[in-house]
């Protein structure tokens, strides 16, 4: 069983910039959620894609979009970075929508100077 | 959105103490989940608790929920150093959407 993995690890963009996450739900699994995680602060609930559609998003600006591929795998993309989206994003997989126990990734790291 | 308040932010205790954290809400809460989150590390699911007066124990651990289902606790018997790390409750809000507390950050001293 292959767990969740996103690359890349670090990342570190300009204001102004646009970036791309990347995430590789668990063997079984058609959920993806992301998450933003500040530092000391709880992850903040971004969207949630199931079965390749948007199934729920969080308090976010457009600027945060999203795909989820065939294979349950799934991107996430922010738009005109700002400062403060300086974070740790998780994405974290489940199955079959929500409600279940979720299991996250290690997490891409986002610098935004 | 849903507000989900943990307490306490921080608690040092003596390797050997016990250790408890609390979730509230002012609305009633759906379905709880409790993770840990180890410095450095991602959040790693511990449990889920559904009904009302739920409790569920493992080894050192135990979970409660509420019976109004407005809070839920996470207790610690004997800590040891690996218990050090980030403790978050989630509530599930319309189906699809968990609501992270802030977490409540354990340091054991050896």
């Known amino acids: 069983e292959t767990g969740v993995t996103q690359s890349p690890t670090h990342l570190i963009k300009t204001r102004g910039q646009q970036v791309t996450l990347r995430c590789s739900s668990q063997s079984g699994h058609n959920t993806v959620s992301w998450y933003q995680q500040a530092l000391g602060q709880g992850p903040q609930f971004i969207f949630q894609?199931?079965?390749?559609?948007?199934?729920g998003r969080g308090n976010f600006p457009p600027r945060f979009s999203g795909l989820q591929f065939p294979n349950y795998s799934s991107e996430l993309n922010v738009n005109a970075l700002e400062l403060d989206d300086s974070a740790l994003y998780l994405c974290?997989?489940?199955?079959?929508?929500?409600?279940?126990?979720?299991?996250f990734g290690p997490g891409t790291r986002l610098t935004v100077t | 959105g849903q507000q989900v308040m943990q307490i306490p932010q921080y608690q040092h205790v003596q390797e050997g103490e016990d250790f408890t954290t609390y979730c509230n809400s002012s609305?009633?809460?759906?379905?709880i989940q409790w993770y840990k989150q180890r410095p450095g590390g991602h959040p790693v699911f511990l449990i889920q608790?559904?009904?009302?007066?739920e409790v569920k124990k493992q080894k050192r651990l135990t979970f409660q929920f509420g019976e109004a289902k407005k809070n839920s606790s996470l207790h610690i018997t004997a800590t040891q150093t690996t218990d050090v790390g980030t403790y978050f409750c989630?509530?599930?809000?319309?189906?699809?959407?968990?609501?992270f507390g802030s977490g409540t950050k354990l340091n054991v001293k050896p």
């Open positions: 989630a509530d599930l809000y319309n189906f699809n959407k968990f609501y």
């Open positions: 609305t009633t809460l759906s379905n």
């Open positions: 608790l559904v009904k009302s007066g």
């Open positions: 894609y199931y079965r390749e559609e948007e199934n």
């Open positions: 974290a997989s489940s199955e079959s929508g929500g409600g279940y126990e979720q299991y």
